[in-house]
C-alpha cells in the first residue's frame, strides 16, 4: 500500500445513502490497494485527465474552418469556441482547487470527468455556436475539477522516493495528448466531422471515471474549510473576458471596431479592482506579494509568453492552409511537427543538457530558439512542406524554455505557499493560450489576406523576444516587479 487512507465511515442508512454515494470519496478494493502497483495504476489514471486537457486544447482549432461554414460566422466569433474555455478554466482553477482540499480530491477529480464527458457529448450536439460557446463554458469547470487536483494526486499516490517519476509520467501523458492532438483532429474532421472532435472525449471520459473509482485512493487528509475570495473571482473574470472581448470586436466580431475601447476600460478598470483586492484580502486568489521575490514575475511573464507562442500557431496554420486550399486532415499532420517537438524536448531535455546547466541557463536558451523559428514562420511562404521546419524548431525550443521556466518560477515561491504558486501558474498558462488565440486571429483580421500570416508570425516573433527578456539578470525589472507587490 503507498499511502495511507482515511477510515471507511460507518455504514449509511438506506435513506441517505444516495447522498453518501455523490457526496463520499469511495474507498479503493483490497485487492488493488494491496497491489505492488497500485500507485502505478493510479498515477496511470491520473494521466487521463493530462491526455484529455492537452488533446482537447491542441484539437479544438482544427475546427474553426468548418465551423464557420455550417454556422455561417466569422473568425473571431469562431474564436469564442477556444476563448469561453479558456476564461472558465483560468477563473475556476483556484476556487475549485480550495474547495478540493475541503471536500476530497478524488471526489472532485471524478467529478471533473463526470462534468468535462457530459459536456463534450453536449458540445457534439450543438444545433448553434452560442450553444457550443456555453457548453464549453460547462466543460472547462469540469477541466478546472480536473487540473486542480491532478498534481496534488500524485504527489500523495506516489512514494516520497518516486514522486519524481511519478510527475514524469503525467509530463508523458500531456505531450502526448498535445501531440495527437492535430493529427486525431485533422482525421475527424476529413472523415466524421467537426462534431466528433468533441465525440472522442466520451469514450474516454467513461473509462477514466470506472478507472478512478476504483484505482484512485481517498484524501488522506481534508481541510477544515475552504476560504474562497469569490469577489476576487468576479473581478479576475471581468478583467480577462472584458479584455478579449475587445480583442475580439477589433477582429471582426460584429459591432464596429471602435466599440472595443468601451471593454477595453472596462478590462483596465476590473484589473486594477483585482489588484487593489488581491492587497486587501485575507485570502487572496493571487499574493501578489510573492511577486516581490526576484525571479517570480518575470516567469510568470515568460510563461505566459511561452504559452501564447505555443498555441497561436495552431490557430494560425490552420486559417492560412484552409486559405489556401488545404484539407483538415494535411492541415493536422503539418501542425503535429509543433507539440510533437514540444513533447520530444520536454521529456529528453533533462537527460540531454549539461547537468551543470542552471533553470535561467536553459529558459534563455529555449527563448532563444523561438526567435528564428518564429523568423522562418514570418518569411517562409506558408506551403505544407516548409511549414514544419521551423514549427518543429519552436516545438523543441518551447519544450526547453516552459519546463525551465516553471521550476524557476516554483523555486522562487516559498514552499508554504506553493499551492498559491500553483494558482498562480496555472492561470498565466491559461491566459497565454487565450491571449495566443486572440492576438493571432486579431493580426489575420486587421493585416487581410495574405499579409495576415507574416503579421501573426512577427506579433508572435515579439512575445518570444518579451520571453527572452525575462531571462535576463535585470535589476530594473525586479525592482519593478517588487515595487508592484507592495502597491
Known amino acids: 500500500m ?3 487512507e482515511r477510515q471507511a465511515p460507518p455504514h449509511p442508512a438506506p435513506g441517505p445513502r444516495l447522498r453518501t454515494l455523490l457526496t463520499t470519496e469511495r474507498a479503493r478494493p483490497d485487492a488493488v490497494r494491496a497491489h505492488p502497483w497500485a500507485w502505478r495504476l493510479a498515477v496511470g489514471t491520473v494521466c487521463f485527465g493530462a491526455f484529455m486537457g492537452q488533446l482537447d486544447a491542441s484539437i479544438v482549432t ?4 468548418p465551423l464557420r461554414a455550417e454556422f455561417h460566422s466569422t473568425p473571431a466569433a469562431v474564436e469564442w469556441v477556444s476563448l469561453s474555455y479558456l476564461l472558465a478554466l483560468v477563473a475556476f482553477l483556484v476556487p475549485v482547487g480550495r474547495i478540493s482540499d475541503a471536500r476530497g480530491r478524488k471526489l472532485m477529480y471524478l467529478y471533473g470527468f463526470a462534468v468535462f464527458t457530459a459536456a463534450s457529448a453536449a458540445c457534439g450536439l450543438a444545433p448553434g455556436l452560442g450553444v457550443l460557446v456555453a457548453f464549453r463554458v460547462v466543460q472547462a469547470i ?7 487536483n491532478s498534481v496534488a494526486l500524485v504527489t500523495t499516490i506516489a512514494p516520497p522516493g518516486r514522486m519524481r517519476a511519478a510527475l514524469g509520467i503525467q509530463a508523458a501523458g500531456q505531450a502526448v495528448g498535445l501531440a495527437l492532438g492535430p493529427t486525431i483532429g485533422g482525421a ?3 472523415t466524421l466531422g467537426w462534431r466528433w472532435v468533441f465525440g472522442v472525449n466520451v469514450p474516454i471520459g467513461i473509462l477514466a ?5 476504483y484505482l484512485l485512493p481517498r484524501t488522506r487528509q481534508c481541510a477544515s474549510g475552504s476560504r474562497i475570495d469569490a469577489r476576487g473571482v468576479l473581478l479576475l473574470g471581468s478583467s480577462t473576458t472584458a479584455a478579449l472581448l475587445a480583442l475580439s470586436v477589433a477582429s471582426g466580431l460584429g459591432p464596429p ?3 472595443a475601447v468601451l471593454p477595453g476600460l472596462a478590462a483596465l478598470a476590473a484589473g486594477r479592482a483585482f489588484l487593489r483586492r488581491q492587497r486587501r484580502c485575507a485570502h487572496p486568489l493571487v499574493d501578489l506579494a510573492l511577486l516581490r521575490a526576484g525571479r517570480l514575475g518575470p516567469g510568470l511573464l515568460g510563461g505566459l509568453c511561452g504559452y501564447l507562442v505555443l498555441f497561436g500557431p495552431l490557430v494560425l496554420v490552420p486559417a492560412e492552409l484552409a486559405r489556401r486550399g488545404g484539407g483538415a486532415l494535411a492541415t493536422g499532420l503539418v501542425l503535429t511537427a509543433l507539440p510533437c517537438g514540444f513533447a ?4 529528453t531535455a533533462d537527460r540531454l543538457l549539461p547537468s551543470a546547466w542552471s533553470d535561467r541557463l536553459r529558459s534563455r536558451i529555449g527563448a532563444a530558439g523561438c526567435v528564428p523559428a518564429l523568423a522562418l514562420l514570418a518569411l517562409l511562404p506558408p506551403v505544407t512542406a516548409l511549414l514544419p521546419i521551423p514549427l518543429a524548431l519552436l516545438g523543441l525550443s518551447l519544450g526547453v524554455f516552459v519546463p525551465a521556466n516553471n521550476a524557476l518560477v516554483m523555486r522562487a515561491i516559498p514552499a508554504t505557499s506553493a499551492g498559491t504558486g500553483g494558482g498562480m501558474v496555472n492561470m498565466t498558462r491559461g491566459l497565454g493560450t487565450a491571449i495566443g488565440v486572440a492576438a493571432v486571429t486579431l493580426a489575420l483580421h486587421l493585416a487581410g489576406a495574405g499579409a495576415g500570416a507574416r503579421v501573426a508570425a512577427l506579433t508572435m516573433l515579439a512575445f518570444a523576444l518579451l520571453a527572452l527578456g525575462t531571462t535576463l539578470p535585470r535589476r530594473a525589472g525586479a525592482a519593478w516587479w517588487s515595487r508592484l507587490g507592495r502597491g
Open 2 to 4: 503507498s499511502v495511507r
Open 62 to 65: 482544427l475546427t474553426y474552418q
Open 142 to 148: 469540469g477541466a478546472a475539477m480536473m487540473q486542480a
Open 188 to 190: 475527424l474532421v476529413s
Open 209 to 213: 471515471l470506472v478507472a478512478g473509482h
Open 257 to 259: 471596431a471602435w466599440t
Open 344 to 347: 520530444l524536448a520536454a521529456t
